[in-house]
Each structure stands twice: as C-alpha cells, then as structure tokens.
C-alpha cells in the first residue's frame, strides 16, 4: 500500500518567469508508491485523504481535492473554480524533489512547476 505525501509544487522558470516563482504553486497531498509515481489503487482506497491547495503570493488561493478523473486523468478539483487544473501526464510523473510537472489550468495554458517538497505524512 502506497503512503500519503505532501509534495510542494512551486512555479518553474518560463518565459514569462525566467527564475520561477516559488510563491505560486500547490500544496498536494496524495498517494506515492516507491517510484514515487501517484497511486490510483491507494487513492481508490481512501480518495478523501487527497487534498489540493492553490497559492499565489504565498497566499492561499483555493482549497480542494486531487481527483482521478476520467481516462485516468488526475485533476486538481478547486471548488469555485470555474473548471478544474488537469495534470499532464501526471500518472507518469515522479513527485520527487527536483523533477518537473506540468498542469493544465483551466485557461487552457500549460504551465510547468518544479517539485520542491516530497515527505511522507506523519502518521
């Protein structure tokens, strides 16, 4: 069985941020296995543990859930968004400090974030 993190994503370099932002971003909490790859067969067991949370100037923006979605999608369900944040690849991915992940926000425009934090919860 997969443990619970907390993986800290915060705004890579991009055109528009040549040194990146780390005060916008997410806080997840989500199922890793060992790869730390995301785990849709522990977030099936216990899907209310997964949490999202969006800030932007260190400042929380929204609060919600990190959700399997249809055709194995994850997504960053933010209630009062008018639609959802969908992780690109996100079953793919390693939420490992260092790597790199991409969302699609409900703009339609992709940005990338670098994984900053991956612990496990305390039980």
């Known amino acids: 069985m997969a443990d619970f993190y907390h ?3 915060e705004m890579a370099r991009a055109p528009d ?6 005060g916008d971003g997410y806080d997840i909490v989500a199922p890793l296995d060992a790869d730390g790859r995301l785990d849709a067969g522990a977030w099936r067991a216990e ?3 997964a ?18 979605g ?11 968004e008018a639609e959802d944040a969908v992780g690109h690849r996100f079953a793919d991915e390693r ?11 409900p703009s339609g425009e992709q940005n990338t974030y670098q994984v900053v934090i991956s612990k496990p919860l305390e039980a």
Do not use: C, M, N, Q
């Open 51 to 68: 949490y999202a949370r969006r800030f932007s100037d260190g400042v929380t923006e929204a609060k919600g859930r990190l959700r399997l």
């Open 47 to 49: 899907p209310d543990r």
């Open 70 to 80: 249809p055709g194995g999608h994850w997504i960053v369900d933010l209630p009062g």
């Open 95 to 105: 939420f490992v400090v260092g790597e790199y992940v991409s969302l699609t926000l």
């Open 7 to 9: 993986v800290r994503l």
């Open 17 to 22: 941020t040549p040194t990146g932002d780390p």
